[in-house]
């Protein structure tokens, strides 16, 4: 199997951070005291007088998020998911997605990829909680090449969006020809008998999937999902015509995920089996990383079990 090479997803969001900043002096980053972690510090080392520490206090800091993206800055705000979803949530919903704001959250550690922190840092329910939001855009990157082009393009998009970033090093997939556009997904690999749509840091192990079920004669088609909002339709509803079975795959709650979303568009339009691979609604445990992603089947193993499963599930 194809070996990559790894870097965290939180690192490419600090440098990108420092690259837009030279080029949009109405670009200011806030932080809720956690800059050497999220790497803004990256920002705050270059652009001072352009980054703000709330402290540890995300309601405040997205409010005033909120109060600057008003005043005509396009406004990038970090912390924790745990945090940034969780704690700070009625000031996303009401200060800023209510009113349509440039304010990007930009949220790090998310995932049980947070490994040792555990269940209280381990945010599982942060796509769930954005998905609700109207206005807002969810993104969550597959590698660090896709997580500088989500931030690109959110800084581009007129309005709210949400990207979840993560504290380990995950390999890079795409090399620089790569293209990202909000609200559109890419077809990796090709197939007939079943579709493998994943997101995030599920993407390697999905395409190591397709490998195990490729050296047993299926063909899988492999689709990479980062804007789980507004999702992909129509990439989602062909795969679903064209192969007539789908696995999901992220790193995140089945319920509510990147999982919910395809369910809902298939059964409105296309409906086929959907097999969703994720944590099945528990919460996390402390543990090394790849401890982890065995204990909650976050595996090509595991993916490529439930993509034959899906197969016996076609009509």
């Known amino acids: 199997m194809k070996e990559y090479i790894k870097k965290e997803t939180r690192v490419a969001y600090g440098e990108t951070l420092v690259e837009l900043g030279a080029k949009n002096s109405k670009i200011v980053v806030f932080d809720a005291d956690l800059s050497g972690s999220t790497k803004?510090?990256?920002?705050?080392?270059?652009y001072p007088d352009r980054f703000f520490n709330a402290g540890i206090a995300e309601g405040n800091m997205i409010a005033v998020a909120a109060g600057m993206a008003a005043s005509g800055y396009t406004v990038i705000a970090s912390?924790?998911?745990?945090?940034?979803?969780?704690?700070?949530?009625?000031?996303?919903?009401?200060?800023v997605a209510h009113t349509n704001l440039n304010?990007?959250?930009?949220?790090?550690?998310?995932?049980?990829?947070?490994?040792?922190?555990?269940?209280?840092?381990q945010c599982l329910e942060d796509i769930s909680i954005m998905r609700t939001i109207p206005n807002m855009v969810v993104i969550n990157p597959a590698d660090a090449v896709e997580a500088r082009l989500a931030l690109?393009?959110?800084?581009?998009?007129?309005?709210?969006?949400?990207?979840?970033?993560?504290?380990?090093?995950?390999?890079?997939?795409?090399?620089?020809?790569?293209?990202?556009?909000?609200g559109k997904g890419s077809v990796l690999c090709d197939g007939i008998d079943v579709t493998i749509i994943a997101t995030g840091i599920m993407v390697e192990a999905a395409l190591r999937a397709r490998e195990i079920l490729e050296s047993e004669g299926i063909s899988a088609r492999l689709i990479n999902i980062a804007t789980i909002k507004p999702i992909d339709k129509n990439l989602v509803i062909t795969?679903?015509?064209?192969?007539?079975?789908?696995?999901?795959?992220e790193e995140h709650n089945i319920i509510g995920g990147l999982g919910s979303?395809?369910?809902?568009?298939?059964a409105e339009a296309r409906p086929v089996p959907v097999i969703r691979?994720?944590?099945?609604?528990?919460?996390?445990?402390?543990?090394?990383?790849?401890?982890?992603?065995?204990?909650?089947?976050?595996?090509?193993?595991?993916i490529a079990r439930k993509a034959k499963a899906a197969i016996m599930m076609k009509r």
């Open 40 to 46: 803004t510090g990256m920002f705050k080392k270059a």
């Open 79 to 95: 912390s924790f998911a745990m945090f940034a979803a969780g704690r700070a949530f009625e000031q996303v919903r009401n200060s």
């Open 103 to 121: 304010v990007k959250i930009c949220a790090t550690h998310a995932g049980i990829t947070v490994g040792p922190d555990g269940a209280t840092h």
């Open 152 to 182: 690109i393009a959110a800084v581009e998009h007129d309005g709210p969006v949400y990207i979840r970033y993560g504290r380990a090093p995950v390999p890079t997939i795409f090399d620089d020809s790569y293209k990202f556009e909000i």
């Open 239 to 249: 795969a679903a015509a064209e192969t007539g079975a789908i696995v999901t795959a």
């Open 261 to 266: 979303a395809v369910c809902e568009t298939v």
């Open 277 to 302: 691979v994720g944590v099945e609604d528990k919460f996390g445990t402390s543990g090394e990383v790849p401890e982890l992603l065995e204990h909650f089947g976050l595996t090509a193993e595991n």
